[in-house]
T-cell receptor, first 112, second 113 residues
Framework: EDQVTQSPEALRLQEGESSSLNCSYTVSGLRGLFWYRQDPGKGPEFLFTLYSAGEEKEKERLKATLTKKESFLHITAPKPEDSATYLCAVQAHAGNNRKLIWGLGTSLAVNP | DAEITQSPRHKITETGRQVTLACHQTWNHNNMFWYRQDLGHGLRLIHYSYGVQDTNKGEVSDGYSVSRSNTEDLPLTLESAASSQTSVYFC????????????FGEGSWLTVV
């Protein structure tokens, strides 16, 4: 069964304290892995798409990496405004299926 | 800028009433989706459409219906609202094909009393 697991469920950091969020997946064939940020009361906001193992993408303090089994979202020197829930989703090759398989998210709190 | 607009943003309704949540996108995307998000379950797909006149059931479609008469709109109807349908609903869209980014609306908070 296709599955996406995110860890930890919640993470509290001090401002400037770098860390990583994990997204592990089991799918029949990866078409794309997506990272989203979601602020309270808002819809998910797209961050990155990764397509193949070894790929990396960066945006400000965020860097996403991908292996054959998992993805990491590295947060370097986080600021309080980075506080949000980070969601991971994967899209599999299966047939004509355009649906995403979602993880439950990691809730990140960055204290000043 | 292109966007997805959902309405209403907040609604309280009574059990048994029919409710329609509107979704309008100006991306000109072929694919549109409706999700619900609940604690402990994450985002779950209700219905999706790959184009005009095309609709498909997602993993939690019971009690919901959609119709796609044009590219821009995918309204979600709760035929007879139940308390279990209290949730936040997100509309989303993407270009056709696998691997394309899905963009989300701001959400509609529905409470069924």
């Amino acid at each position: 069964e296709d599955q996406v697991t995110q860890s930890p469920e919640a993470l509290r950091l001090q401002e400037g304290e770098s860390s990583s969020l994990n997204c592990s997946y089991t799918v029949s064939g990866l078409r794309g892995l997506f990272w989203y940020r979601q602020d309270p009361g808002k819809g998910p906001e797209f961050l990155f798409t990764l397509y193949s193992a070894g790929e990396e993408k960066e945006k400000e303090r965020l860097k996403a990496t991908l292996t054959k089994k998992e993805s990491f979202l590295h947060i370097t020197a986080p600021k309080p405004e980075d506080s949000a829930t980070y969601l991971c989703a994967v899209q599999a090759h299966a047939g004509n299926n355009r649906k995403l398989i979602w993880g439950l998210g990691t809730s990140l709190a960055v204290n000043p | 800028d292109a966007e997805i607009t959902q309405s209403p943003r907040h609604k309280i309704t009574e059990t048994g009433r029919q409710v329609t949540l509107a979704c309008h996108q100006t991306w000109n995307h072929n694919n549109m989706f409706w999700y619900r998000q609940d604690l402990g379950h994450g985002l779950r797909l209700i219905h999706y459409s790959y184009g005009v006149q095309d609709t498909n059931k997602g993993e939690v479609s019971d009690g919901y219906s959609v119709s796609r008469s044009n590219t821009e709109d995918l309204p979600l109807t709760l035929e007879s609202a139940a308390s279990s349908q209290t949730s936040v609903y997100f509309c989303a869209s993407s270009e056709g094909g696998l691997g394309n980014t899905i963009y989300f609306g701001e959400g509609s908070w529905l409470t069924v009393v």
